[in-house]
């Protein structure tokens, strides 16, 4: 296992960022953030060249960061633009600076290779900027879980019929094989539901008289980021699949933000067709969601203490499993792609 | 070091399982364990074989258990009976299921080959059955210490003159010197205190008025059960070694449980030949034997921090150390005896 | 890195050493200490040479000390001198013995080959024995830390302005180059501020109208004792350096007590040549090293937690660091030299 360096990751919701200096750490790397002058946000490597002190210890002088320890001065670009006490300053006297990018009140960060940090390749959606959908953040859920297992879960439409039986499942779709499409990017997992009693979120929701056709797709665009399209509508409509707008319609995104190897970071959001400016109906889903994701959160953690235990044997491979078996494998290629060459 | 795994271990006593399930550790292995419709208690690897999860975090269905990510169903044996979305149960689609056997309120475990899981081998002592004897279990010490440590102290009488002054031991053994049997099974350590003041135990419980004979027999059954026989009665009466019976007479026994190579729990009970069904007896023994445990325990676990640091120089062994050497010898050997040849 | 054996180093103050059994940690031994009939330090390997419970966990009869465990007893040179139940004392059967010296109020322990423990070599300074200064004891910091960077902070004058700027510092001395001399023992660096408002700490003792000379010299004695002496006069006087004691002088000294590579103590003093036997001042100077002190810790403990992360690049170096790379190089001679022929 590893990270994908050259990748587009969230840093925070914008929000997240103001002027004093904060310090996050995304794929083992320890990163001082602050908003400049400009209202750009700044992203340095958070460890002072000399002796190794946080830059984030220090602090902020304009729009440079002075360290706290012998006073060496960094500007936004890494540049060390001063050493009291002496004139010359050495090339290797400068820290990484990560590249930034802001959309729809997200901070975006590349972890690899500057020259690489396209900003066409940062993702969107319509949806975003579309005044018929609004769009609401969530919070952070924080896993102590690696990234993969956190992905494969939201790539995962069996799952949600045994860990959440009052918000996002129930046990009509317990046999309801899944599809999947893992041709593209992203990948797709989906499965309907037709002809049963609504989810727990569509009796609060929908206002649902009767049974209904229920969907759930997932799609898990690499490395790190998911969103799941689902929803309901009158079962009596026979809502075909190319529809969906025509039901209530929720898109939850998950930003999923690797910390280490044992930690990710899980700031979701959601887009949805109904109750636009309501924030009364944003607050009731979130504390739906949060019901759900502390119900994944408990499994999550729970995998990753087996995980660090000596296994016996392979695990088993089941037919659900099938997008996330193709996911992981295109994170090893990538990550084999990223190691320098022997 | 080690574990003998071929061999029955105390999963607990009986008061312990009920009809929820329930997460232990022994050997280091992660069993689930419930008491099934029949009774009888059922414990299986805690893990499922599909993502990890412990099956100890599903629930109970019947005597099944379903695990809580995906709803792959096992039954009491260890196999699998149920693949949400999916016909076919692959053959590895299985957990380890643990032979259990029951008897005089304490559950026993097999760790190793089924196989060889053979009840005639299940530790007893006549007295279980007789009723001039009053069994009344204790309570479950948990000591950060390694099992061998554990064991080396319930078959050496001498500690107990320096750590259980005011318990089990006195002055007047300090330099006693210890006789030992170490031909068979289980290895003997023993002596006799001739006409000197009763230890605290017995002036609490054997109401002397002079001064006493007091034995200490230390049997150690390979590889985690210890049966001390100690006793008193007048010295005035010269009780002859098999006339133990005609004193005041406890067998307290432990049963060892390794959880793993740093943590074990100690569950110890007593039989009696005086104060038969009286429980108020049986509740101050308890308070008398955790004085004495929670002293033991306060060494066991410097010992083994000790351990865990580098050692400079092999250990100084004493003539009170033959049957803890003979003992650890005979786990090593029982424990490559159980090594796959090479 | 590694730790010089054959060098004394404060065990602690001797304020801290009573009759009573006591467990320090010093260079990774784990040492029992008590203060013997006669007034003198014991200090014994912390640890049964039979089970290896730690000693300071038995019992001190008359200055020898118990095992809490099988007895057995070791006098104040290490020998064993009773083993209950056993006539025959092995020539095993010891425990390690440290030379102490006590000093001026200050008890050190030699960690090496005791026929090297040369009492010429103690720390000594003659203003321990001037009645015109007055010493005072401070308290005992503990640092997440290894020594070398602790012992690096005070051989460094140029990180007073930027981390002490309200005590030791003030930013009239940002920018003012440090001097070395780094030919003989101690290592010293140092700087004169001339003509400019004082520090913090003189605000308070000096009672300073207008501006002031102000200096500070770092000494650094291998291994890990550092002496700043630091003062003020008034600016028109133009003291010179030889003169310093005509000016409000101060010598801080720091006895560093590596307990392991992870953790230090830095046990402080002063000597002064003001306000002698004023309680008072003693006090409030405290109060102000207080602040100080804790302010190097937060640097310092986030500098170790930087050290135990990867590397990427070697870190860059300085003009202020030319005494703090002689200081490791010798160490780094030191514990080469130390090492056992292959």
Redesign the interface.
């Known amino acids: 296992m590893g990270f994908v360096r050259n990748a587009w990751y969230v840093a925070g919701w914008s929000s997240e960022f103001g002027g004093d200096l904060r310090a996050i750490t995304i794929l083992?790397q320890?990163i001082v953030t602050f908003r400049a002058a400009d209202g750009r946000v700044v992203a340095l490597e958070d460890?002072c060249?000399?002796?190794?002190?946080?830059l984030s210890?220090g602090k902020r002088l304009g729009d440079t960061i002075?360290?706290?320890?012998?006073?060496?001065t960094f500007d936004g670009a890494g540049r060390c633009v001063r050493?009291?006490?002496?004139d010359r300053i050495?090339a290797?006297?400068y820290v990484t600076a990560y590249p930034i990018e802001e959309r729809h009140d997200i901070v975006w960060i590349w972890m690899g290779d500057p020259a690489q940090a396209d900003p066409a390749r940062l993702f969107n959606m319509p949806e975003f900027s579309d005044p018929r959908w609004h769009a609401h953040q969530g919070e952070a859920l924080h896993l102590k879980s690696n990234y993969l297992?956190v992905a494969e879960n939201l790539v995962d439409p069996?799952?949600v019929?045994?860990?959440h039986p009052t918000t996002l499942g129930n046990a009509a779709s317990?046999?309801?094989?899944?599809q999947v499409d893992t041709e593209g990017d992203p990948i797709v997992a989906w499965r309907w539901i037709r002809d049963s009693a609504p989810i727990g979120f569509f009796k609060n929701f929908g206002n649902f008289q009767g049974t209904v056709d229920r969907w759930h797709y997932y799609y898990l665009h690499l490395p790190c980021t998911a969103v799941i399209d689902f929803g309901s509508s009158d079962a009596a409509a026979r809502l075909a699949e190319e529809d969906r707008d025509q039901g209530v319609r929720i898109f939850a995104l998950h930003f999923m933000t690797p910390v280490n190897a044992q930690y990710t970071i899980d700031r979701w959001m959601h887009l949805r067709n109904t109750a636009q400016g309501d924030d009364a109906v944003s607050a009731q889903m979130d504390a739906m969601f949060n019901i759900a994701f502390a119900e994944d959160k408990?499994?999550l953690e729970?995998?990753q203490e087996?995980?660090n235990?000596?296994q016996q044997?392979?695990?088993?491979?089941?037919?659900?499993d099938k997008a996330s078996n193709v996911y992981r494998k295109r994170i090893d290629d990538l990550v084999a792609a990223e190691r320098p060459a022997a």
């Open positions: 083992e320890n460890r060249p000399h002796r190794l002190l946080p210890k002075q360290c706290g320890y012998h006073g060496m050493i009291p006490g002496q050495p290797n006297a297992n069996a799952h019929s045994f860990v317990e046999n309801v094989p899944v408990a499994i729970a995998i087996e995980e235990r000596p044997r392979p695990p088993v491979r089941l037919l659900i």
